[in-house]
């Protein structure tokens, strides 16, 4: 009878052994995920991290945002950090297949609002406490608002604001735009009732929030975004849980335009001029 009993309490034994290395091997690797959100109710911030209004003569509204990507994530231990000289996470694939290195677009990630644009395994991460992220956004995609001939619609407006960007094809909406070549930062393309209409920003018109612009500046043309975590990340390599960063991207009157009737609405026939699609500040959450 003893013996019996011993034999059942080894057995007993084994299978939790057993069932807990199976639970250990079944359980996902932590990971640090970055997912967007779009936030039209954000502070709207300047080039340099300060409140921004908007000014005399400009009229501008808050985009409804369908998706975003980002081509370099990165970040970056303190204030005095220089661009590049953090813990780069992600960089988009590149090409030269126009001319001069260019965002690959055919193989950028795009996501919507509370999407997963990026993860990393935690052990991949230099452990560490960081105080601010760094991300160039690459593309954004939106709904606004237009009056034309008298008749208000809403449009969809595919804008490329990353350094410089190979485009073979894309779609603002339904409706297919073949380029095959390199596009600098500002390109855009504006779709609504069937019709396509194309325009390129000039150089240095696109808002780019980098509050440490004294102690860690960002290249001319580049779309590096900087901002705060709300507190310090801090990676010891010991995780067991994922860690979740929400990319809060300010979309508050962040499509800006010249306006001519002084009406703030976007009417291109009346000779409304696009003067700013860039996001309005970032705010990174740690979850």
């Known amino acids: 009878m003893k013996s019996t009993i011993q034999l059942v309490f080894s057995c007993l034994v084994v ?7 199976k639970d250990k091997a079944d359980s996902p690797e932590p990971k640090l995920i970055f997912k967007f959100r ?12 300060q409140p921004a209004t908007l000014p005399a003569g400009h009229g501008a509204q808050s985009p ?28 988009a694939p ?7 290195l260019a965002i690959d677009f055919s193989k950028s990630i795009i996501a919507k609002n509370g999407e997963t644009f990026y993860s990393v395994p935690l052990r991949d991460v230099n452990a560490g406490t960081y105080e601010w992220l760094r991300i160039s956004l690459a593309y954004q ?19 490329f604001i990353g350094f410089n960007t190979y485009i073979n094809s894309f779609k603002p909406k339904n409706t297919s735009v073949n380029v095959n070549a390199n596009k600098l930062q500002g390109y855009w393309a504006f779709e609504a009732l069937g019709f396509i209409t194309q325009g390129q920003a000039p150089p240095g018109s696109t808002t780019v929030v980098n509050p440490i612009f004294n102690t860690s500046p960002i290249p001319a043309g580049s779309c590096v975004v900087t901002a705060a975590f709300d507190t310090p990340l801090t990676i010891t390599g010991k995780e067991e849980e994922d860690l979740v960063v929400t990319v809060s991207l300010s979309t508050n009157d962040s499509f800006e335009w010249t306006d001519s009737a002084g009406d703030n609405i976007y009417e291109p026939d009346a000779g409304d001029t696009v003067v700013d699609m860039g996001v309005r500040g970032m705010k990174p959450v740690v979850n």
């Open 15 to 21: 299978m939790i052994c057993v069932s807990c290395k």
């Open 38 to 49: 779009f936030d039209s109710t954000q502070q709207r911030l300047n080039n340099i991290g």
């Open 64 to 91: 409804v945002f369908n998706s975003m990507s980002a081509h370099y994530i990165e970040l970056a231990p303190n204030m005095y950090t220089a661009l590049g000289a953090g813990n780069i996470l992600y960089k």
């Open 94 to 100: 590149e090409t030269s297949v126009g001319g001069d």
């Open 141 to 159: 995609n939106y709904d606004v608002k237009v009056r034309y001939n008298g008749l208000d619609f809403t449009g969809t407006i595919a804008s």
